[in-house]
């Protein structure tokens, strides 16, 4: 019988796949349903709302509104170094990641690679 191998914080199944936590304090909350699944609109729009960790008064907020919609035996889950995206900023995002560049500036992992790459191979023109 093969002995199961031990799995690190974040692994994801038996791949060497690891999700990294990132530690910024500021993020978004959105809600978690009793059955473990974010709630939603119907057409993907998750209920959420823009925090710092931790934040009891944004989290109130969204318990309230969550109550109101019929879903208050939920939870709030936080999503460090995350934000909201209106349908143009997306739409922006989009245009930038179809001409190669880096789709969203506020990506500072993503603008430090970059950065990380030009330094050692240098720039294109």
Do not use: C
């Not at 799995?7 to 909350?29: A, C, E, F, H, S």
């Not at 209920?47 to 879903?71: C, F, M, V, W």
């Not at 190669?100 to 030009?118: E, Q, S, Y």
């Amino acid at each position: 019988m093969k002995k199961p191998q031990p799995r690190m914080p974040g692994q994801i199944g038996d791949t060497k796949i690891t999700v990294l936590d990132k530690n910024y304090d500021w993020g978004i909350y959105i809600w978690v349903k009793s059955n473990g699944k974010p709630f939603t609109d119907g057409n993907g729009n998750v209920l959420n709302i823009p925090s710092h960790r931790g934040d009891g008064i944004q989290i109130e907020k969204l318990r309230r509104e969550a109550t109101y919609l019929g879903q208050g035996d939920g939870r709030p889950e936080f999503y460090p170094g995350m934000s909201r995206v209106s349908e143009e900023e997306y739409s922006e995002q989009l245009d930038r990641m179809k001409q190669g560049l880096i789709p969203n500036l506020n990506d500072l992992g993503a603008v430090a690679a970059a950065k990380a790459t030009i330094a050692q191979y240098g720039d294109e023109d």
